[in-house]
Protein backbone atom coordinates (compact mmCIF):
# COMPACT_ATOMS: atom_id res chain seq x y z
CA UNK A 1 0.00 0.00 0.00
CA UNK A 2 2.92 2.36 0.94
CA UNK A 3 4.30 2.33 -2.52
CA UNK A 4 1.44 3.25 -4.70
CA UNK A 5 0.08 5.60 -2.16
CA UNK A 6 2.85 7.76 -2.25
CA UNK A 7 3.06 8.00 -5.72
CA UNK A 8 -0.98 8.75 -5.65
CA UNK A 9 0.04 11.39 -2.88
CA UNK A 10 2.92 12.86 -4.72
CA UNK A 11 0.78 13.08 -8.20
CA UNK A 12 -1.74 15.49 -6.30
CA UNK A 13 1.20 17.72 -4.73
CA UNK A 14 1.48 16.42 -1.13
CA UNK A 15 4.95 16.55 -1.63
CA UNK A 16 4.47 20.63 -2.22
CA UNK A 17 3.30 21.08 1.16
CA UNK A 18 5.39 23.42 3.03
CA UNK A 19 4.63 23.41 6.89
CA UNK A 20 4.09 20.84 9.66
CA UNK A 21 1.47 17.94 9.46
CA UNK A 22 -1.03 16.17 11.55
CA UNK A 23 -1.99 12.56 11.25
CA UNK A 24 -5.01 11.89 13.77
CA UNK A 25 -5.38 8.19 14.35
CA UNK A 26 -1.14 7.38 13.38
CA UNK A 27 -1.68 3.85 14.89
CA UNK A 28 1.94 1.96 14.09
CA UNK A 29 3.36 5.17 12.49
CA UNK A 30 3.74 3.92 9.19
CA UNK A 31 1.46 7.07 7.66
CA UNK A 32 3.37 8.92 9.60
CA UNK A 33 6.59 8.30 7.85
CA UNK A 34 5.25 8.00 4.52
CA UNK A 35 4.10 11.49 4.80
CA UNK A 36 7.31 12.36 5.70
CA UNK A 37 9.67 10.82 3.35
CA UNK A 38 7.10 12.46 0.66
CA UNK A 39 7.22 15.98 2.07
CA UNK A 40 10.21 16.47 3.78
CA UNK A 41 9.04 17.81 6.94
CA UNK A 42 7.45 17.95 10.51
CA UNK A 43 5.21 15.10 11.03
CA UNK A 44 3.13 15.42 14.61
CA UNK A 45 1.35 11.49 15.09
CA UNK A 46 -1.78 11.48 17.47
CA UNK A 47 -3.70 8.14 18.84
CA UNK A 48 -5.56 7.21 21.56
CA UNK A 49 -3.43 3.91 21.87
CA UNK A 50 -0.62 4.12 23.89
CA UNK A 51 0.63 0.97 22.72
CA UNK A 52 0.01 1.82 18.66
CA UNK A 53 2.40 5.18 19.64
CA UNK A 54 5.47 3.05 21.60
CA UNK A 55 5.38 1.19 18.07
CA UNK A 56 4.97 4.09 16.34
CA UNK A 57 8.53 5.66 17.62
CA UNK A 58 10.64 2.23 16.65
CA UNK A 59 8.69 2.74 13.26
CA UNK A 60 9.83 5.86 12.92
CA UNK A 61 12.20 7.37 15.31
CA UNK A 62 12.03 10.95 13.85
CA UNK A 63 8.47 11.29 15.17
CA UNK A 64 6.54 13.70 17.41
CA UNK A 65 3.95 11.99 18.73
CA UNK A 66 0.88 12.67 21.00
CA UNK A 67 -1.52 10.34 23.07
CA UNK A 68 -4.83 11.88 22.82
CA UNK A 69 -8.19 11.74 21.74
CA UNK A 70 -9.52 13.19 18.76
CA UNK A 71 -12.39 15.28 20.04
CA UNK A 72 -10.37 17.90 21.47
CA UNK A 73 -6.95 17.96 19.39
CA UNK A 74 -4.32 19.37 22.09
CA UNK A 75 -2.56 21.45 19.48
CA UNK A 76 -3.15 25.70 19.27
CA UNK A 77 -5.62 27.51 16.93
CA UNK A 78 -3.86 27.44 12.95
CA UNK A 79 -0.71 25.68 13.65
CA UNK A 80 -0.63 22.92 10.71
CA UNK A 81 -1.01 23.13 7.12
CA UNK A 82 -2.40 20.00 6.65
CA UNK A 83 -4.32 17.48 8.40
CA UNK A 84 -4.48 13.50 7.61
CA UNK A 85 -6.93 11.10 8.64
CA UNK A 86 -5.34 7.59 6.84
CA UNK A 87 -7.27 4.77 7.30
CA UNK A 88 -8.89 6.56 10.30
CA UNK A 89 -12.43 8.52 9.41
CA UNK A 90 -14.24 4.73 9.17
CA UNK A 91 -13.14 3.28 12.41
CA UNK A 92 -14.35 7.00 14.71
CA UNK A 93 -16.60 6.54 16.73
CA UNK A 94 -19.72 8.28 14.35
CA UNK A 95 -21.02 10.83 17.59
CA UNK A 96 -17.48 11.79 17.36
CA UNK A 97 -16.65 12.76 13.57
CA UNK A 98 -18.82 16.43 13.85
CA UNK A 99 -16.48 17.79 16.42
CA UNK A 100 -13.01 16.47 15.17
CA UNK A 101 -13.92 18.36 11.78
CA UNK A 102 -14.63 20.67 13.66
CA UNK A 103 -11.52 20.99 15.58
CA UNK A 104 -9.04 20.33 12.16
CA UNK A 105 -11.13 23.49 11.30
CA UNK A 106 -9.60 24.89 13.95
CA UNK A 107 -5.84 23.92 14.24
CA UNK A 108 -5.59 24.60 10.34
CA UNK A 109 -4.15 27.81 9.00
CA UNK A 110 -5.97 29.56 6.09
CA UNK A 111 -6.71 27.82 3.16
CA UNK A 112 -5.32 24.52 5.04
CA UNK A 113 -5.97 20.72 3.85
CA UNK A 114 -7.37 17.64 5.29
CA UNK A 115 -6.27 14.47 3.96
CA UNK A 116 -8.96 11.81 3.62
CA UNK A 117 -7.88 8.23 2.41
CA UNK A 118 -10.02 5.67 3.24
CA UNK A 119 -11.64 2.46 2.17
CA UNK A 120 -14.96 3.14 0.26
CA UNK A 121 -18.04 1.07 -0.57
CA UNK A 122 -18.47 0.88 -4.60
CA UNK A 123 -21.66 -0.49 -6.98
CA UNK A 124 -20.72 -4.00 -8.95
CA UNK A 125 -17.13 -4.18 -6.69
CA UNK A 126 -15.30 -7.92 -7.35
CA UNK A 127 -15.58 -10.51 -4.63
CA UNK A 128 -11.98 -9.97 -3.51
CA UNK A 129 -12.99 -6.23 -3.07
CA UNK A 130 -16.06 -6.67 -1.97
CA UNK A 131 -14.43 -8.87 1.20
CA UNK A 132 -12.52 -6.01 2.20
CA UNK A 133 -15.42 -4.14 2.63
CA UNK A 134 -17.55 -7.05 4.73
CA UNK A 135 -14.74 -8.08 7.23
CA UNK A 136 -15.02 -4.20 8.51
CA UNK A 137 -18.57 -4.97 7.89
CA UNK A 138 -18.39 -7.93 10.85
CA UNK A 139 -15.98 -6.33 12.95
CA UNK A 140 -17.74 -2.73 13.76
CA UNK A 141 -20.99 -4.46 13.65
CA UNK A 142 -20.12 -6.91 16.31
CA UNK A 143 -17.99 -3.88 18.36
CA UNK A 144 -21.41 -2.34 18.53
CA UNK A 145 -22.95 -5.03 19.67
CA UNK A 146 -20.90 -5.97 22.32
CA UNK A 147 -20.26 -2.16 23.86
CA UNK A 148 -22.58 -0.09 21.97
CA UNK A 149 -19.98 2.05 20.40
CA UNK A 150 -21.15 2.57 16.56
CA UNK A 151 -18.69 3.81 14.09
CA UNK A 152 -18.45 6.14 11.23
CA UNK A 153 -18.00 3.18 8.87
CA UNK A 154 -17.66 2.46 5.45
CA UNK A 155 -19.47 4.91 2.85
CA UNK A 156 -19.86 5.52 -1.08
CA UNK A 157 -17.03 7.99 -2.00
CA UNK A 158 -20.17 10.86 -3.46
CA UNK A 159 -21.30 10.37 0.22
CA UNK A 160 -18.07 11.08 2.65
CA UNK A 161 -17.25 13.92 0.23
CA UNK A 162 -20.72 15.39 0.86
CA UNK A 163 -20.39 15.00 4.52
CA UNK A 164 -17.28 16.63 4.73
CA UNK A 165 -18.18 19.30 2.55
CA UNK A 166 -21.21 20.79 4.35
CA UNK A 167 -19.12 20.94 7.34
CA UNK A 168 -16.75 23.79 6.12
CA UNK A 169 -14.28 22.17 3.74
CA UNK A 170 -13.81 22.30 -0.17
CA UNK A 171 -13.26 19.40 -2.57
CA UNK A 172 -9.94 20.16 -4.52
CA UNK A 173 -9.35 16.35 -5.61
CA UNK A 174 -11.00 12.84 -5.20
CA UNK A 175 -9.82 10.18 -6.61
CA UNK A 176 -10.48 6.04 -6.27
CA UNK A 177 -8.09 3.49 -6.01
CA UNK A 178 -7.26 -0.44 -5.52
CA UNK A 179 -4.54 -0.34 -2.75
CA UNK A 180 -3.07 -3.04 -0.74
CA UNK A 181 -1.72 -6.20 -1.12
CA UNK A 182 -4.06 -9.12 -2.95
CA UNK A 183 -3.75 -11.98 -0.23
CA UNK A 184 -4.53 -15.59 -1.01
CA UNK A 185 -6.93 -17.62 0.86
CA UNK A 186 -4.09 -18.96 3.23
CA UNK A 187 -2.73 -15.55 3.90
CA UNK A 188 -6.34 -14.13 4.43
CA UNK A 189 -6.91 -16.97 7.65
CA UNK A 190 -3.94 -16.49 8.63
CA UNK A 191 -4.14 -13.05 10.03
CA UNK A 192 -7.92 -12.24 9.53
CA UNK A 193 -10.64 -12.64 12.36
CA UNK A 194 -9.20 -13.05 16.13
CA UNK A 195 -10.92 -9.65 17.27
CA UNK A 196 -14.18 -10.14 15.52
CA UNK A 197 -14.34 -13.66 16.77
CA UNK A 198 -13.77 -12.53 20.00
CA UNK A 199 -16.26 -10.02 20.26
CA UNK A 200 -18.72 -12.49 18.42
CA UNK A 201 -18.51 -15.01 21.04
CA UNK A 202 -19.58 -12.08 23.49
CA UNK A 203 -22.56 -10.82 21.94
CA UNK A 204 -25.40 -11.70 24.01
CA UNK A 205 -28.44 -11.08 22.09
CA UNK A 206 -29.30 -14.21 19.68
CA UNK A 207 -30.33 -12.28 17.05
CA UNK A 208 -27.95 -10.00 16.70
CA UNK A 209 -25.07 -12.78 16.58
CA UNK A 210 -26.84 -14.97 14.47
CA UNK A 211 -26.83 -12.09 11.39
CA UNK A 212 -22.93 -11.32 12.03
CA UNK A 213 -22.50 -15.07 11.93
CA UNK A 214 -23.75 -15.08 8.98
CA UNK A 215 -22.22 -12.82 7.64
CA UNK A 216 -18.72 -14.37 8.91
CA UNK A 217 -19.57 -17.64 6.92
CA UNK A 218 -19.75 -15.24 3.74
CA UNK A 219 -16.70 -13.86 4.35
CA UNK A 220 -15.14 -17.74 4.77
CA UNK A 221 -16.68 -18.35 1.41
CA UNK A 222 -15.70 -15.12 -0.51
CA UNK A 223 -11.96 -15.91 1.00
CA UNK A 224 -11.63 -19.26 0.34
CA UNK A 225 -13.06 -18.97 -3.34
CA UNK A 226 -11.29 -15.44 -4.31
CA UNK A 227 -8.45 -14.26 -1.46
CA UNK A 228 -8.28 -10.75 -0.31
CA UNK A 229 -8.11 -7.28 -1.80
CA UNK A 230 -6.66 -4.73 -2.99
CA UNK A 231 -9.13 -2.71 -1.27
CA UNK A 232 -11.06 0.18 -3.38
CA UNK A 233 -9.95 3.37 -1.34
CA UNK A 234 -10.88 6.70 -1.85
CA UNK A 235 -8.23 9.26 -1.87
CA UNK A 236 -9.45 12.97 -1.45
CA UNK A 237 -7.73 16.18 -0.84
CA UNK A 238 -10.20 19.39 0.76
CA UNK A 239 -9.47 22.57 1.37
CA UNK A 240 -10.99 25.36 4.70
CA UNK A 241 -13.60 27.53 3.26
Same mark, same amino acid.
Given at each position: ????LS?I?R???I?? /??GP ?5 CG??R??K *? #????T??? %? /??ID???V? *?K??K??Y?E $? $?L ?9 F?NS??? *? ?7 H??K?E? %?D? *?LN?VRR?? /?D??L??IV ?14 TI #??EK????A?E ?6 S ?6 S?? =? ?8 RP?YC? =???I?R?L $?????F??W??K???L??M????? =???R !????I???R? #????Y?Y????? !? %?????I %?
Open positions: MTYKLLGMGNL /VAILDIGTGSM *L #LHNIGGL %V /VGVNPR *LIAEVE $S $SVCGDAKLLPRCFK *LVSLINTLELAL %VS *LEIL /VKGLLDKCFLPELKPWEEL #LTAYHEKAVYGIRFGIHKPEI =IEFISLRGFIG =IWRGR $SSTEFMSGKTFQLGIKDET =IRT !IAKLSRIK #LASKGGPAPV !I %VALFE %V
